[in-house]
């Protein structure tokens, strides 16, 4: 019996030895563990004030992972989370220091005022009051609670006002809602409505754009966007928020549906584009016209293509369906100045200088800025100038896209049929020779690249205003006489 008396107490001392070591060990682990969440604090602290957010946040996560309890650990990680503007994970932190220390009052103030900015009235309410019976003189949760009545009233009144239809009405007063609660999705989700219902389609899309961020899963807002961007004729936004939607649910019916509408009308206007940077007029034409049956219901792209068919016609020297198709595009778009320096084109082709100087002033006063446009001005008042005087062109009867054998060939055929040698009378010899200088001056001024490209600028190349210092031989119809003395009986060079 003594002896296992002994044998007990031998265990009983080595037990207590053991929870003597233990004691011992954890005190220890302690003490390290509690330096260790202090300095992840100090260096939390110091990167913040650094303005190294994502650094100091890392330091709170350590801090928060080794001491779960402590309410102030998870109130500084608060802290960080709203430097960063993550108001949402700032949220549970700030919920979680109060649910440790219920009378923390400086957190129950900065979740009071995030619920406030979130539109969560009832409860900002709740921890405002909180605060106030705590602190009776605390000036901010006086305003904010003063805050919270406004923006209760006025949701209140803009509601109202929305069912009376009073559009306007309702956007005034969504004015302070919003600007006390910037992050409430409905309110400006309402306010969003009421623009598109006045027609300001862009500002409605500026409300309705953050309620993307500030509502979960939030499609509806991203086909809504879409649908908004595609009636403006934006089609590069509009695809880009409906495939968000799909991002979301890629089965959701509404989205991909409208997704398959903006695609195929997006491919045929991008396509469309890149035919007319390769000059394949024709090709783009069709692609517009095709864009035209795809989405017959909005004004936009059918303006849009008409003035893009336009452009084309008028750089394939389709002058009379040019004329045609870029009367309508201005009619439906009087204020797009790039009809009308389109138009101003085909006028030139049709060698309608007037109606194109008309064109390209009225497309100046649009826009003054326009280098391409200045300067087709300037080239068809020239040619105005110049068709009042000697049209080359006209004289030998060709069009202005005439090549050099064109020209020669024309020029023969005229020279022969006005050769002085074909005429009896004096009086129609010296007709006939007036004609025959006017057709070997057309020739020499059309075959020669660099007159020609003058005649195309607007100037007459051998008109003697435009000859200042230049050579003799240049000024030749006003100076030189191909048939000499008068003496017309000789072989005349028709090459």
Known sequence: MERENRRVSGVLSSLSLLCVILDLQLDGLLAASHAEIENHLEMGRKLLAAGQLAEALSHYHSAVDGDPKNYLTYYKRAAVYLAMGKFRSALPDLSRAIDLKPDFMAARLQRGNILLKQGDIQEAREDFEAVLLSSPENDEAKAQLGRVKEVEGGLEEAWAAYDREDYGGTIDLLERVIEFSPWDP?????????????GDLSRAVQDLKPTTKLRNDNRAAFLKLSQLY??????????????????????????????????????????????????????????????????????????????????????????????????????????????????????????????????????????????????GLERSQKLLKQSRKRDYYKILGVKRNANKQEVIKAYRKLAQ????????????????????????????????????????????????????????????????????????HFKFNYN
Not at 360 to 369: I, N, S, W
């Open 417 to 488: 049929q006005w050769h002085p040698d074909n005429f009896q009378s004096e009086e129609e010899k010296r007709e006939a020779e007036k004609k025959f200088i006017d057709i070997a001056a057309a020739k020499e001024v059309l075959t020669d690249p660099e007159m020609r490209q003058k005649v195309d600028a607007g100037e007459d190349p051998l008109d003697p205003e435009n000859q200042q210092g230049a050579g003799h031989n240049q000024q030749w119809p006003f100076e030189f006489n191909p048939f000499g003395s008068g003496n017309y």
């Open 230 to 375: 595609y009636n403006m004729g934006e089609h590069g936004e509009s695809l880009s928020h409906v495939r968000e939607c799909l991002k979301l649910d890629q089965d959701d019916k509404e989205c991909f549906s409208h997704y398959k509408q903006v695609k195929k009308l997006s491919r045929q206007l991008e396509s469309a584009e890149e035919f007319v940077q390769e000059k394949r007029y024709e090709a783009a034409i069709e692609k517009y016209e095709a864009a035209m049956k795809t989405e017959p219901g909005v004004q936009i792209y059918s303006k849009r293509a008409k003035e893009r068919i336009c452009h084309c016609l008028s750089r394939s020297q389709r002058t009379e369906e040019a004329v045609t198709i870029c009367s309508e595009a201005h009619q439906a778009d009087p204020r797009n100045p790039l009809i009308l320096r389109d138009r101003a084109e085909a006028y030139i082709q049709r060698e309608e200088y007037e109606r194109a100087v008309e064109d390209f002033q009225q497309a100046k006063e649009l826009d003054g800025e326009n280098e391409e446009i200045k300067e």
């Open 186 to 198: 409905s309110a400006r989700e309402l306010r969003s409505e009421c623009y598109l219902q006045v």
